[in-house]
Nanobody, 118 residues
Framework: QVQLVESGGGLVPAGGSLRLSCAVTGSVSSIDVMGWYRQAPGKQRELVAGITRGGNTNYADSVKGRFTISRDNAKNTVYLQMNSLKPEDTALYYC????????????WGQGTQVTVSS
């Protein structure tokens, strides 16, 4: 089992920055991919950024150049640095961990709210 705990959300003005953290405990070595997702009211959950065990990253087009995902393996923590925030970034942000080998597993944190005021 894997447990994920997010932190770092809050209320910021447009143009501001936040850094989200996701602390990972449990069977950390079984995790292949970590990611940040978000869900705004009335919208589907969407992938914001992902990072593989090897450090490869990918981003949603809407956040490229503004958000950076990183991981600290020593601390078993994944970060999402968010700069130049826009009101449309307002959402509940979730940390996700996936095991890509059988048995496939996907774990979710409880979410942290990010609100960007205009």
């Amino acid at each position: 089992q894997v447990q994920l705990v997010e932190s770092g959300g809050g209320l910021v003005p447009a143009g501001g920055s936040l850094r989200l953290s996701c602390a990972v405990t449990g069977s950390v070595s079984s995790i292949d991919v970590m990611g940040w997702y978000r869900q705004a009211p009335g919208k589907q959950r969407e992938l914001v950024a992902g990072i593989t065990r090897g450090g490869n990253t990918n981003y949603a087009d809407s956040v490229k150049g503004r958000f950076t995902i990183s991981r600290d393996n020593a601390k078993n923590t994944v970060y999402l640095q968010m700069n130049s925030l826009k009101p449309e970034d307002t959402a509940l942000y979730y940390c996700n961990a996936q095991r890509l080998l059988i048995p496939l597993k996907s774990y979710w944190g409880q979410g942290t709210q990010v609100t960007v005021s205009s």
